[in-house]
């Protein structure tokens, strides 16, 4: 069903725009509550991010990933966007949970994306140090530059650290990385 | 995996810029570093990194509670709005065919958008642009605004809707939907309706261009008007509109669509919506972007712009 949900989106299926919330809504409401400010936020979030979704469904391509990843590259681009508006004050999430971040079992995890799993499986493969920083930063939403400050790391060290994860992990996605492998 | 076989390898300054957009996005210098040395493969690069970083956020954030009843009904009335405001568009009646309003995703899909990058566009554009910017920041801190690029219009409009048929009948209303021409004719006519006439900058691509805008605060969507904006090819460039909203950051207008003009076209009558909710509405601006859109725009190329009283 999922993989027809954002094709039938594009063509005005109003049943589609429902069973896209349902299947969606509770992700996109989680990560918008993982990275905005206040509630009030996190809605307008929310509503943002099923705009997007609406107005980008006709652009999905299956052979280029999951429906799920599609949806969370959409809701994390309009997340991102909101969080440079306004980087004066901490996201909702305290930084001080982050013992409770659980990364999914990718041996169990039957629920999450196949990507998910591969990421999953490339997080165990890093350094402590290295989940930490792709932690603070994806999950937390904190800049390079306050996890630096943060852990007490250089921020060339965070820079580093955020590079070598995001690599790792496209290339347990199998994407070809002809393109960006230099200096890595 | 390899990187032994890689023929175009973009440099660390460009990763390290790629890599940053993905995780929590670029600042304006920033981003205009990466307009500078962005190369074919970058764009793809960047989607990678936005895909691994979406498998990360996936992997590893809990999904705890559903969407609260009161955001659905907000959610799901957003989308009638918006499938209604795009079969609008679309519908042939009194509005010239194929001016349609196109989906803006927050960003363009990669290949198009390597593809309008400006590249070494010009330091003219530059130039304006910044002269632009200081324009709207004074008129935003001004209690009037400049009379030079934007004029107040009083109702009613002097603009012509160019709608030629009579509305129909409200009887006869619920068989076709109202075009973008006959709701915007509606709108004209309601008290509290702000009006805008859009001035043409000093562009080249501006040259001739008139127009307007109507904005209904209570509904939230409006429309804009144009007569002798050229033709656009979707596949490199768009219009972006935008709405300059007084309850917000002056620097970061809200989106409003991405549209596209055809070659046959004289006149166009184009929905605009607001992804926020439009407090003020003190202005709307026009800029050519690339194909689909921006989140944030550099309002490098601003071709026509209006404020309100």
């Known amino acids: 069903m999922s993989s027809s949900v954002l094709q039938r989106i594009a063509n005005g299926d109003s049943a589609a725009v429902r069973e896209c919330i349902d299947e969606y809504g509770a992700l996109i409401w989680s990560l918008a509550r993982r990275l905005t400010r206040t509630p009030s936020d996190a809605e307008d979030a929310t509503q943002e991010i099923f705009l997007d979704i609406w107005r980008s469904a006709a652009r999905f391509d299956a052979a280029q990933g999951s429906v799920k990843v599609f949806i969370a590259m959409i809701a994390r681009r309009r997340l991102i966007d909101r969080l440079r508006r306004s980087t004066n004050e901490p996201p909702m999430d305290p930084v001080d949970v982050l013992d409770t971040v659980a990364w999914s079992d990718p041996g169990t995890a039957s629920e999450v994306s196949v990507e998910a799993e591969q990421a999953s499986r490339a997080l165990q493969h890093l350094r402590p140090e290295q989940r930490q920083v792709l932690e603070l930063g994806l999950l937390h939403g904190l800049s390079q530059s306050e996890i630096a400050a943060r852990l007490g790391l250089p921020l060339g060290t965070v820079k580093s650290f955020m590079r070598r994860g995001l690599i790792a992990v496209r290339e347990y996605m199998n994407i070809d990385a002809s393109g960006v492998s230099a200096g890595v | ?309």
């Open chain 2, 1 to 309: 995996m390899s990187e032994s076989g890689s023929q175009s390898q973009p440099d660390d300054a460009l990763v390290d810029l790629l890599v940053k957009q993905a995780t929590e996005g670029l600042s304006p210098s920033e981003q205009r570093a990466l307009d500078a040395m962005d190369s074919a493969s970058a764009t793809q690069a960047l989607r990678e990194f936005e895909r691994a970083a979406a498998a990360i956020a996936l992997a590893a954030a809990p999904v705890d509670g559903a969407v609260p009843a009161a955001l659905r009904a907000r959610i799901e009335k957003d989308a009638q709005g918006f499938f209604a405001s795009r079969g609008a568009a679309a519908a042939p009646t009194g509005v010239p065919r194929g001016i349609n309003p196109r989906e803006a995703v927050g960003r363009p899909s990669p290949a198009a958008g390597a593809a309008a990058r400006p590249g070494g566009a010009g330091l003219a554009w530059f130039a304006a642009a910044a002269c632009l910017l200081l324009a709207l920041f004074a008129w935003f801190r001004s209690p009037t605004p400049p009379a030079a690029q934007v004029a107040e219009v009083s109702a009613p409009s002097p603009v012509a809707p160019i709608v030629t048929a009579p509305s129909a009948p409200a009887a006869q209303a619920p068989l076709t939907p109202p075009t973008p021409a006959e709701e915007r004719a509606a709108m004209l006519a309601r008290p509290d309706t702000i009006k805008v006439v859009l001035g043409a900058t000093k562009d080249p691509a501006a040259a001739g261009v008139t127009g307007d805008a109507v904005w209904d605060p209570v509904a939230q969507k409006g429309f804009l008007h144009f007569v002798g904006l050229a033709a656009n090819d979707p596949s490199v460039r768009q219009y972006q509109i935008w709405i300059f909203d007084g309850a917000r950051d002056k620097r970061y207008p809200v989106d409003g669509g991405v549209f596209d003009v055809p070659a046959n076209a004289t006149e166009a009558v184009i929905p605009v919506r607001a992804d926020l909710p439009i407090r003020q509405a003190k202005g709307f601006a026009v800029t050519v972007e690339k194909p689909g859109g921006v989140v944030v725009s550099g309002l490098k190329h601003v071709l026509v712009l209006g404020t309100a009283g």
